[in-house]
T-cell receptor, first 111, second 113 residues
Framework: QKEVEQNSGPLSVPEGAIASLNCTYS??????FFWYRQYSGKSPELIMS????GDKEDGRFTAQLNKASQYVSLLIRDSQPSDSATYLC???????????FGSGTKLNVKP | DADVTQTPRNRITKTGKRIMLECSQT?????MYWYRQDPGLGLRLIYY???????NKGEISDGYSVSRQAQAKFSLSLESAIPNQTALYFC????????????FGPGTRLTVL
């Protein structure tokens, strides 16, 4: 079992819709959770961090964390074609100095 | 100026050659990492360093070595390059605090013929 699991997609949504990306993780002692956006051939860019249960909003992005169910999600409201990218979920275990990435979900936003 | 820089950005080399990829950062972070990315396999950790005197192997360190020359510099070497080391290589840094956010350099695209 992988430490971090993501559906590879592609996830296709029309412009203006809400895109919902999901991630599950296996280690219950995970402490920090991140979403990175990666355009093709470019480096991952950190877009959201979340550390406690609940929702965290930043502009059009909302990260949701449920530690009991061991999942993290990212909602993108009013999706734009420029949001088309691969979104990587990452999980950190500070006490064990570990940091795991999922394989990413490819998002296509159609004009 | 970019906080994390990598050189070269692209490199084509031949099997058996020694290659060095360099990473520099101005973020003042203690922790530095080298990852490779292959299509469909995500990011895989090669080596990481928590300070100048601390070097650790990641999940795929065979065929690679590293050097931490200073807090700001971390180099990755392929002693004898082989074609299956063709990949996109990323350097990353983090501040080592409880949440340990990682920040990535622009990447080096390496092709081994």
């Amino acid at each position: 079992q992988k430490e971090v699991e993501q559906n590879s997609g592609p996830l296709s949504v029309p412009e203006g819709a809400i895109a919902s990306l999901n991630c599950t993780y296996s280690d219950r002692v995970s402490q920090s959770f991140f979403w990175y956006r990666q355009y093709s051939g470019k480096s991952p860019e950190l877009i959201m961090s979340i550390y406690s249960n609940g929702d965290k909003e930043d502009g059009r992005f909302t990260a949701q964390l449920n530690k009991a169910s061991q999942y993290v999600s990212l909602l993108i409201r009013d999706s734009q074609p420029s949001d088309s990218a691969t979104y990587l979920c990452a999980v950190g275990l500070y006490n064990f100095n570990k940091f795991y990435f999922g394989s990413g979900t490819k998002l296509n936003v159609k004009p | 100026d970019a906080d994390v820089t990598q050189t070269p950005r692209n490199r084509i080399t031949k099997t058996g050659k020694r290659i060095m990829l360099e990473c520099s950062q101005t973020k003042g972070h203690d922790r530095m990492y080298w990852y490779r990315q292959d299509p469909g396999l995500g990011l895989r950790l090669i080596y990481y360093s928590f300070d100048v005197k601390d070097i650790n192997k990641g999940e795929i360190s065979d065929g690679y070595s590293v050097s931490r020359q200073a807090q700001a510099k971390f180099s990755l070497s392929l002693e004898s390059a082989i074609p299956n080391q063709t990949a996109l290589y990323f350097c990353a840094t983090s501040d080592g605090t409880e949440y340990n956010e990682q920040f990535f350099g622009p990447g080096t695209r390496l092709t081994v013929l």
